[in-house]
């Protein structure tokens, strides 16, 4: 199945609707589990267990979304590049609302 990311409130409940890059909305994000080992400098996304869970915080989102641009520069068009199109979404709206977490389930 792969890493797969939430956008939790601080009640722990799933914020979705959330615009999508490609059109329509969404409520979680995966597919760009394999950019994490493509050999790019990625201190926040590689710190990530990608066969359990992680839970970040909203102070945590900048260099979130630095890594995930760091890797967007080398994600082809596909569902690679949609699935970090879609967890930079996530972080914006995380780092926007102060208390809310990202959840990162592994397999």
């Known amino acids: 199945m792969g890493l797969v990311v939430e956008l939790r409130d601080r009640a722990g409940n799933v914020i979705g609707h959330l615009p999508d890059p490609s059109g329509g ?3 979680a994000a995966g597919d760009f589990d394999r950019t994490l ?3 790019l400098d990625l201190p926040v996304l590689s710190s990530i267990d990608t066969f359990a869970d992680t839970t970040m ?16 520069t080398a994600a082809k068009d596909g569902p690679k590049l949609r ?8 972080a914006e709206n995380c780092l926007a609302h102060e208390g809310s977490v990202l ?3 592994g397999d």
């Open 37 to 39: 080992n493509a050999g």
């Open 103 to 105: 959840v990162f389930m």
């Open 25 to 27: 909305t969404f409520d």
């Open 83 to 90: 699935g970090l199109m879609r967890l930079r979404v996530l």
């Open 57 to 72: 915080p909203s102070a945590a989102m900048r260099p979130l979304l630095q890594d995930i641009d760091t890797a967007m």
